[in-house]
């Protein structure tokens, strides 16, 4: 291990992963201390990225910023560690009605869904999915094997010797001067990317995150999908079966897979697809959500050393690289963070929390 890094990175999700690549890039001297025994959002994510989401479909907050530097990043990365995990797909969402379609006609052609459609059918296209009045092909989509992933740059932050496997201990912080030192490692910023864990953090604890669990089943269908169908449910290949996902439950804080869930995506399923299947396994995981629904980025409003990284909440896939990007400029060039995910948005809850 060297002797003093730049940054100690605390957490090896989406979001770690992506600050560590980041600054392999810029030849940052760091280190990143996960410990995986814990449960994470990110071993258990579907991966789905998807420009157009919600019930009306709507192009997702800074899509036309945040979407082509999601491919460049996840394809830097397989170049780096020389592994296969970005996938390109396209989400095939069905269309319910007459109404629906129409609409869609109408609108494909607005400005704002440029090049984000890839075609609108409006007859039956696939078989394997419910599809009577055809349906809608999005561009820019796909998945991240996320377990892939984090392994891949696991393993190369390992040959960087810049990975260590344990738990990061908040009482081994000392203060000296200007300097922060963890374990006698000395270090000039500690950027702080534990997802959920944040709410046990004697220094974190105040901030408004809020965990969601979610669900998702590993399926094996009677026949392959070249799509990723997406009305409900989503149906997502990977290299042992398909994921079906996800339930979002901020009610249940029970740590375990739930049969109400297994019957909800059972469910949805067979509204969307012609296919039988099998059920593999179930999976259960908890998101850092926000009241805002806006990640947060930025330092402690009174230790200057310390910086989150978190709040990535339904979609850590698409935020994390570009947040991840936002973050390093704000620190190595003094970029200021868009205001919409500066953790200075909630310094007041601070304020209250130590008064
Ligand atoms: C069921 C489900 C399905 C999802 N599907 C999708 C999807 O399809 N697309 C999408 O974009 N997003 C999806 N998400 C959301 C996505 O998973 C999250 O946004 C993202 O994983 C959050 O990443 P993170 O790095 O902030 O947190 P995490 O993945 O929780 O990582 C935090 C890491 O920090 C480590 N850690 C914490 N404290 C310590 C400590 N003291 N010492 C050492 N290590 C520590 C933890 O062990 C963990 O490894 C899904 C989430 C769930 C639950």
Known sequence: ?????????????????????????????FVVIDNPSGNRS????????????GKEIKKTWEAD?????????YQSCERITGKKFFFQVPIYRPFLSVEEQNEWMAKSNEVIFKGYVKEIFTKPEYKEVKNSYGGILLNHSGYLDTNAYIQAVREFLKTQNAFRQEEFTENEIQFENETVVYQNLPVKAILFCQGTYSLSSKYWKWMPIRSMKGETLKIKLASGLKIIPNRGVYVVPSSDGSMVGATYNYHDKSESITNDAKIELTGKLRD???LEFEIVNQKWGLRPTTP???????KHPEINQFVIFNGLGTKGVSLAPYMAKTLINYLEKGI?????????????LYSRFVS
């Open 272 to 274: 969307l697809l012609n």
């Open 65 to 73: 910023s945040i979407f082509p530097y999601l491919h460049e990043f």
């Open 336 to 348: 200021a963070i868009n205001k919409a995910v500066d953790i200075s948005r909630y310094y007041s």
């Open 42 to 53: 990110t071993v258990v994510a579907a991966g789905l990225f998807n420009p157009l989401t």
């Open 292 to 298: 805002d629904r806006r990640p947060m980025l930025g």
């Open 1 to 29: 291990m060297p002797d003093s890094v730049d940054y100690i990175i605390v957490g090896q999700g989406l979001a770690g992963s992506a600050l560590a690549m980041h600054l392999f890039s810029m030849k940052k001297k």
